[in-house]
């Protein structure tokens, strides 16, 4: 029979109050759905970053993570990269071809796999060209760096493996400066909690920022001051402040070349083209602003555009034909990757990122470079 005191005065069984521990137990579990459901989401699925005082930030080393779908597992060796395990430099023999790529989000492979970025494609073709020789491609690029921070990367990571070939991939963008980082104030967990789908969807959804940045300490006025010079420089990224940043990036990869003719070596500056330069009205070359400051100093450049073009031309003919215009096809608010024109497996960009790359326009762009060094007599003969 039940007491009065655990009856209602209605006669029901008077109900169990959730203590301390059972609040916390509740709480947790609500973390872990939410967790849980926005990793199924997609959030999350980026590899993490740590403060670098010299870079600004850089991958945390030897992670394992789940990436987007088309991007499958994403990894970093022990330097930090997203690059399979290398040799350490002493171990490297004299013989061997070792390839250098510098670059941002688009050598780095975002939306594809790490066996379908040009690096590797380039790689697997001058190994088959070479079979007798040891040829090691590195994958240096980190997305978001600028041109001062792939230096930094060529000067603290690739000159000690006295590189045969060092190729700067470079955008139009690629001059902006460079933003200092100051890490955030420590707390406990605080590595942990940057690793997390709960962080990924924060940092993207309320604070709107979607290019890799680590948790960092809130925006100072110099912050905003380099943010408004790099929206100015992307705008017009050859003009004005942005061609004064272009002659500080040139003059910083002429102490690289200098450097690299020291040891045997030889910088490659390869153009990669913006979706607006090859599908737009104002279609042009961004290797044009520095390829009279290359050949004065012996710097070798490979320019994909033509062959982008030529390579997407059917499908420009079919929008056109459409009455379509290519920047709604190619937009990140318009564009849709499923696409269905007859000539979309064509588009060497993605449609719905017209930033990055697809599959198809990895391979033309180590195609391209290919071709281009074996034209200039590049591969084969240079000595470490």
Known sequence: MPTADSCTAAGRPARRRIGPRGAVLLVLLGLVALEFGLHRAGYGRRLSVEVDERLGWHFAPDQSRAGRQEEGRLRTNAQGFRDSDWPAPEAVDDSA?????????????????????????????????HPGRRVEVLNMAVPGYTLEQMARVYEDVARPYQPNLVVFALVDASAKPMRPVQAGSGFPGRSWIVRTATYDWWRQEVLGERKVRPLADPETEEDRNLGHLERRSRRAPFRRQGKSLWEVGLARLEEIDADLHERGGQLVLLSLPRASYVYGRNARSVAKHFKSWALSRRVHVADPRLRFDSEVRPLLDELDLLDLDPADVWSSKTGRMDASFEHAALSLHRFDDPGHLTIRGHELVAEVLLKSLSRAKLLGHLAR
């Open 97 to 129: 071809l070792i390839v250098v790529a510098l670059g941002d989000s688009v050598t780095y492979g975002t939306h594809v796999t790490q066996e379908e970025r040009w690096t590797e494609v380039l790689e697997t073709a001058l190994r088959t060209r």
